[in-house]
């Protein structure tokens, strides 16, 4: 049984102005089917959330735009500058490189660059479900090795760095600079000489995002940033990322179960149920959206009927209430 959404979906920035696009990616496992046939993009200054129920596949996503896994089938473009359009895409797919530079700007296709190409050079940069700062460094010190690449090219390779010669010299003021700048940003200034073993696990999380913006990403990746997060370090979280969307030229992907952080800052979001998209809009259109409402109490198709019916009537708590007796006679 196919059920549709009874409200359009409006086209956003992720239609008009994609700064990342996955087409068709399929990600397999042996027999398991991880990722099926997915299709969305990412809109260029939006805040885009990624959700599902457990073993949806939104890690995979994750793993597949990073590099860490190569994709069984499907395309992965992102552009760096707006305007690039769709004959660059098919241009650059039909040969074999890894980018082309247009007028606009460049285009990379993700699935053919390994991870720390993405990282480096197309400007994704992530964060993970458990937290991987380098505990036994201070906060500051984090902060600088997150933008070693930068301080090894202005180098030129060479011991410039140890005869400290001007323009090294200039790169590593701007990498302090840049990190004192994101302390401050995240409010971990006074902490900027401890261990970062010894922050809270809110300020950790915190540091992982500064750690990632050191790297001027044009996409930034964060899987479960609110995880284990007290409700005034999800308030800070939110304003957090609302503060790089407006200020930073970085789009925001996320991964995320708190649907109270999803709900408030998301411009857009993609829900996934067994690999597959279910839903793909606005806050308010998924959140009424009888399949996501399903998907998550986890309810028959049959039952999903129901709950449509009171979504159609405009009676959005009927709904949930709905699918919860659904989900009480599941079990
Ligand atoms: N490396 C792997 N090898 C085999 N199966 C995998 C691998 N990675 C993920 N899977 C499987 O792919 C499916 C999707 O997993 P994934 O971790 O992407 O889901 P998720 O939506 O991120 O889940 P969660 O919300 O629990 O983190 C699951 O069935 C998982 O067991």
């Known amino acids: 049984m196919t059920i549709q959404t009874s409200a359009p979906l409006a086209a956003g920035r992720w239609t008009s102005d994609p700064v990342l696009t996955v087409e068709h990616l399929t990600m397999r496992f042996g027999g398991l089917v991880a990722i099926n046939d997915l299709s969305f993009s990412v809109g260029r200054g939006d805040i885009t959330a990624l959700i599902g129920p457990n073993g949806a ?69 992530r964060t993970f479900q458990n937290i991987r700062l380098f505990g ?89 940033p609110a995880a284990g997060l007290n409700p005034r370090e999800s308030a800070e979280l939110n304003a957090l990322l609302r503060s790089i969307r407006d200020e930073f030229d970085t789009s925001i992907l996320l991964i995320e179960h708190d649907m109270g952080v999803v709900m408030e800052i998301s411009d857009h979001i993609v829900v996934l149920d067994y690999g597959k998209k279910i839903s793909d809009g606005t806050a308010h259109e998924v959140r009424n959206d009888p399949r996501v409402i399903a998907a998550y109490l986890g309810v028959d198709d049959e039952e999903v009927e129901a709950v449509e019916e009171k979504l159609e009537r405009g009676d959005v708590d009927g709904a949930i209430a709905e699918a919860h007796v659904a989900e009480g006679d599941a079990r």
């Open 136 to 224: 036994g460094m201070t906060v500051f010190e984090n902060l600088l090795v997150a933008q070693h690449n930068k301080l090894m090219a202005a180098s030129g390779f060479t011991i410039a760095g140890l005869l400290g010669l001007p323009g090294y010299r200039r790169a590593k003021e701007a990498a302090q600079d840049r990190a004192v700048d994101w302390l401050r940003r995240t409010a971990l200034l006074d902490r900027a000489d401890d261990p970062a073993a010894d922050l809270s696990y809110g300020d950790q999380r915190r540091l992982e995002i500064a750690r990632a913006m050191c790297t001027d990403p044009v996409l930034l990746c964060l899987d479960e």
């Open 57 to 125: 596949g939104k890690t995979t996503v994750f793993n597949c735009v990073t590099g860490f896994y190569k994709p069984t089938e499907g395309r992965i473009a992102l552009r760096r500058g707006r305007g690039i359009g769709n004959d660059a895409l098919a241009e650059l797919t039909r040969g074999g490189a890894k980018s082309l530079k247009t007028g606009e700007g460049e285009i990379f296709l993700l699935e053919r660059m390994p991870d720390f190409k993405i990282t480096e050079v197309a400007g994704v940069a």
